[in-house]
């Protein structure tokens, strides 16, 4: 009987321990499923600010390069109106010179 009694003791503790380590398990699985969660969000948030600030750079650059853009623009307008004002008082000067004639010389 004591034999008996032991083997039925032994089997007890054997469930018990396979039941606390199947529970153990399924806890422990759940606890890193749920870390894994709060991971991926943290990550898709660092990656959606992490989105953001570039954008805003390049929305920056985009900003700066049009300024240039307009302000080169601007500049290469006011070099061609003064070439053309110049090309333009260069002939009139050149139809003057051609015009030109010397006085004649009294004798």
């Known amino acids: ?39 991926a969000k943290a990550l898709e948030d660092r990656r959606t600010e992490e989105d953001r ?21 601007k500049d290469l307008d006011t070099v061609a109106l003064n070439t053309d004002a110049g090309l333009r008082d260069t002939q009139q000067e050149l139809v003057q010179l051609t015009d030109y004639k010397q006085p004649l010389r009294a004798k």
């Open 53 to 73: 600030a570039i954008y805003a750079v390049l929305e920056n650059l985009e900003s700066q390069s049009f300024v240039q853009f307009v302000s080169l623009k």
């Open 1 to 39: 009987m004591r034999r008996e009694l032991s083997q039925e003791f032994a089997r007890l503790v054997r469930e018990e321990v396979s039941k606390s380590a199947v529970a153990t398990l399924a806890a422990s699985g759940q606890q890193a499923e749920q870390a894994m969660a709060v991971l």
